[in-house]
């Protein structure tokens, strides 16, 4: 038997467009978001075809990571799924929705909030409590990857910095404030510069 094949999950490009295409960063979240989880709304689709079709939008939950007033920031390692990101800094671990199950439905509002609890348990390690909430969404239409992606930032207040990584994609784990990040903007990938421009504080 072959290995089954990823399925990540999307809205239609017309949905967004309807609810109002933007290029950057919208602070809007929640009315996005609602709309988006709404039933019917979003479904699955074969990642491959996903990545080739810009009539569809996978959703990219992007999460930020604050102790204090210092910032989680990490190098992306060669175990990255996203090969044209790899050996640039990172202010968000972000990642494809897959089905939790054998069902490829669309996915709701809590079920899309324990995806991200339980992938993000795979790829770090989270000493102490936290809290979760998303500031804003990011659209970059300026290039072919970000065609095809729009990213749900999640900003998490951590009560410990302590944090490791538990995966070869996240590597060089600091904590920084933001006027220290600024001064290393050029090192970042895209979704990172829009979130230091618009989310952490000037």
């Not at 899309?112 to 993000?120: A, G, P, V």
Request: contains cysteine; glycine residues 8%; charged residues 25%.
């Amino acid at each position: 038997m072959g290995e089954r094949m990823e399925h990540v999950l999307v809205i239609s490009r017309a949905l967004f467009d309807q609810l109002g295409a933007f290029q950057g960063f919208q602070p809007d979240a929640e009315r996005y978001l609602d709309a988006m989880l709404a039933p019917a709304a979003n479904f699955f689709m074969e990642r491959p075809s996903a990545e080739q079709d810009p009539t569809h939008k996978q959703l990219i939950p992007y999460s930020i990571f604050r102790a204090g007033d210092r910032y989680l920031h990490y190098q992306r390692g060669s175990g990255s799924g996203e090969k044209r990101l790899v050996a640039k800094r990172s202010l968000g671990v972000g990642g494809h929705i897959n089905p939790v199950d054998q069902s490829h439905d669309g996915m709701g509002h809590s079920m899309y909030f324990n995806s991200i609890e339980r992938e993000l348990a795979e790829e770090l390690i989270l000493p102490g409590a936290h809290t979760q909430r998303v500031v804003g969404l990011i659209n970059d239409d300026s290039n072919d990857v970000g065609a095809v992606h729009l990213g749900v930032v999640h900003l998490f207040e951590l009560e410990s910095d302590a944090v490791h990584s538990n995966e070869d994609a996240l590597t060089d784990l600091q904590f920084s404030t933001a006027a220290e990040l600024r001064a290393l903007r050029d090192q970042f990938e895209t979704w990172s510069q829009i979130c230091l421009d618009h989310i952490l504080p000037a």
